[in-house]
């Protein structure tokens, strides 16, 4: 935003501007109670979802069951390795790049820091698995089909993860088809660029991306995925039997 | 309010500073409500819609990145999509020449009277500007907008939204009688 409009080589028209700017002053602008409430209110609701941060940061959701104990460890193994973390050289871990001998440690730190399935965990899921498409790139532009091996089958790992951090949650398993769908689109658009011992790799990312589409899809829409796909076969199934309309009598 | 400062108290905000985001309010309330009174008349409608578009901004402000979207068009682009889902459900907008006045309140009856007719032919004036051309004052000069912001904001070339402000700028002038040579009213 600028204070001072420019008048774009309008000279003279400094009485429109301040005509202009009398008229919003006088009839454009809010009154100073209504300020006051607006903004009480906006920094209430600003502290109140703050907190409410804090409390989903801090609380196991009901909803990952079965897989609560594999949250709960991965949150204490990353407490103990944050410390030990401290005490090494972590720079060289997390600036490790796939194909390093480092990259897997540094995807498992990575993934231990993701919190768990609540709103801010997806994204935190989410935003692991577009490093890993990073890293792939970044392979892929450096020719190097042994990272680009790696950034996939770390990618692959994470799809599984987030998948399971998901749950049954609507909100999170449309925001993770959506964000799959999107690297399916990326992925095939790299098998161009990539080493030609790398494009099995990105098959089998594509594959697997797409199977936890398949899963979400069966999740959200169970009756539509046991559906039978239509048949383009002649159905030779005899047609069913009329049944009676008053059952046989004793 | 300079970029580095918003930045810091965008992140500050990002990270639960709830003074953080009263501070970023404090910087955009004025532009945006004018940018919405503008568009819905009614100053009781437009301090609502004004509230939602920060309720919505803070919603959102997870998600918020700078990646070449500044934050005050972020800003201006969920006002504007506000405004219109408002416009959509709702037809009975008010004139603005039917609001009152807020800085005129310790003047004399006399400059009162002037000053609410000068109103009133801006207002009248403002009412003859096409709708584009009336959106470019909004954003340039009671919003605040630079022009590459408010071409950003309408979808238009930067070009375009000169052209149409200095159209509007000479069918103001013409409506309320200003002569660009010495600035005197004529009529």
Known sequence: ?????????????????????????????????????????????????????????????????????????????????????????????????????LYGTRQWIESLMVPGSNGGGMTAQLDELNVRLADARAAIAANDADALAGALTAFQNDVAVALVGA????????????????????????????????????????????KAIGQIEAKVHPAAAHTPPPRVTPDHTPPPRATPSHPAQP | MDGETLDRLVAEAQGGDPEAFGRIFDAYHASIYRFIVSRVGRPSDAEDLTQVVFVKALEALPRYEARGVPFGGWLFRLARNTVIDHIRTRRDHVDLEATADRASEDDAPETLAILRNDLDAM?????????????????????????????????????????????????LRQRLGIRTDDHKQTG
């Open chain 2, 123 to 171: 207002a009248e004036a403002l009412r003859s500007l096409t709708p584009d051309q009336h959106e470019v004052i909004v954003l340039r000069f009671f919003a605040g907008l630079s022009p590459r912001e408010a071409a950003e904001l309408m979808g238009r070339q930067e070009g375009t939204i000169r052209g149409l402000q200095f159209r509007a700028i000479a069918a």
């Open chain 1, 1 to 101: 935003m600028n204070d001072t409009i420019d008048m774009d080589g309008q000279h003279g028209n400094d009485e429109i501007e301040r005509r202009l700017r009398a008229y919003a002053d006088a009839r454009l602008s809010p009154s100073p109670a209504a300020v006051e409430r607006m903004r009480s209110e906006i920094v209430a609701r600003a502290a109140g979802a703050a907190a409410m941060r804090d409390v989903d940061r801090g609380s196991r959701p009901s909803e990952i069951g079965r897989w609560s104990w594999l949250f709960r460890s991965r949150r204490a193994a990353g407490a103990l390795l944050a410390a030990t973390m401290v005490v090494a050289s972590s720079a060289a871990v997390f600036s490790a790049t796939p194909g390093s001998p």
């Open chain 1, 167 to 210: 749950g049954d949650d609507p909100a999170r398993l449309a925001q993770l088809e959506s964000e799959l769908a999107k690297h399916v689109a990326v992925l095939r658009s790299l098998e161009a660029g990539a080493p030609a011992a790398a494009v099995q790799a990105l098959e089998s990312a594509i594959a697997a991306s797409s």
